[in-house]
């Protein structure tokens, strides 16, 4: 579809550039945007800013930041149609984080989940940004004045902040100057899990490289991870309400059905009277099939620094703009003083 055609949505996400790229990504996030992009006007960043918040997280940034770029691009994402662009280099965001903190109750920060899990035992010691994280991402978001954001299922709490404080402030100026951005959240790879325990979110800081399928993995290391991926010792589920209690096995079901656009019921009745392993085989192939493309695309373009460069240049201008004009508003509505 031509950008004339285009519905008057704006679709923001973002992935921040902390290595080891997977599965969890592409499936929760970016696979998505692949869709989106084609009727809606996208706009996908790469959050630096975010990657930041924890010590682990801050070295390798640069070369992380062009891997996520390399990932958008290979994964399908267009950079003609679509704005792919670097967080810091829209100085925007930040100034927009802080102008929104000071619009948000400590209370709603106390609530979020993702900061406890991540500070764990020590509270005291985790960074000022890691605990005002939701903050500069609702900035992210309302900075273009984005009606959608398509994320994981981990992210909607997150969201649910933004949109609390996309409310708050338009309550506070009596406005309506932010669209209350809608979260899009679908598919059966909302949350996927770790390989190696169930339970535990697949992610790009757990230790163990086996828990993942990362975006850079060839076909023999998929073929590996898969085989050895965490089952349990019963037969192969015969209905989807079999699946609880066993959740290696419903993971590994709902990567498959959201690899190939296949219901989880059809796949559980075309596995059914098999042995795991072929149903291992079958996934790993299609992982191959899938995820291998994107990997080599992804080294071809990481050797062309040049090329990744120039697409976040161009990205990083166009964003700039957007976000400088709904800045100047937003200070207008404010009353800050303007020279
Ligand atoms: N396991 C997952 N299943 C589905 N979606 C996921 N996402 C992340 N993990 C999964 C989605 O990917 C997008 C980008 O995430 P991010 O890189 O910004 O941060 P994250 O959610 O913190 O990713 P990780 O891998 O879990 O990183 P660490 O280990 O550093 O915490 C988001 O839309 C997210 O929902």
Redesign the pocket.
């Known amino acids: 579809m031509e950008n004339s055609e285009k519905v008057n949505n704006l679709v923001f ?4 550039p ?1 290595g080891n790229l ?1 599965l ?2 592409y ?3 970016i696979k998505n945007w692949i869709e989106l992009q084609s009727s809606n006007n996208c706009i996908f960043c790469i ?1 630096d800013l ?1 990657a930041l918040t ?1 010590s682990d ?1 801050r070295t390798q940034i640069l070369q992380n930041t062009r891997e996520v770029a390399a990932a958008y691009i290979a994964s399908g994402i267009n950079p003609k149609n679509t704005i792919i662009f670097v967080q810091s280099n829209v100085t925007g965001h930040s100034e927009l984080a802080w102008i929104l903190s000071c619009h948000t109750p400590i209370g709603w920060l106390n609530r979020m989940t993702q900061f406890k899990d991540k500070a764990g035992k020590n509270k005291e010691r985790a960074p000022l940004g890691l605990y005002s994280y939701p903050v500069l991402m609702a900035a992210d978001i309302l900075l273009y004045k984005s009606t959608h954001v398509p ?5 909607k709490q997150h969201l649910e902040l933004s949109r609390d404080i996309a409310q708050a402030f338009n309550r506070y100026y009596q406005n309506d100057f932010f669209p209350i951005p809608e979260p899009i959240i679908t598919g059966n ?4 899990m770790s390989l190696r325990d169930g339970l535990k ?6 230790p163990s490289d086996q828990s993942r399928i990362n975006l850079s993995d060839n076909s023999i290391e998929i073929e590996k991870k898969i085989q050895k991926a965490k089952t349990d010792s019963h037969p192969f589920p015969e209905h989807f309400q079999d699946l609880d209690g066993r959740p290696e096995i419903k993971n590994l079901i709902n990567i498959f059905s959201a690899l190939n656009n296949e219901s989880v019921d059809k796949i559980i009745s075309n596995y059914v009277d098999k042995d795991f392993k072929i149903f291992k085989k079958d996934l790993s192939d299609l992982l191959v099939e899938k995820i291998s493309l994107i990997s080599s695309e992804m080294k071809k373009l990481l050797k062309n620094e040049d090329y990744l460069d120039s697409i976040l240049k161009d990205g990083n201008l166009r964003a700039n703009e957007m976000a400088n004009e709904n800045l100047t508003k937003l200070k207008n509505i404010i009353g800050l003083f303007k020279s």
Not at 13 to 16: H, I, K, R, T, Y
Not at 189 to 192: E, F, L, Q
Not at 201 to 206: A, E, G, R
């Open positions: 996400s973002g992935v921040q902390t997977h969890g990504n499936l929760g996030a959050v975010h924890t997280s994320v994981g299922d981990d992210q790879a909302t949350r996927v979110k697949m992610s790009k800081s757990d």
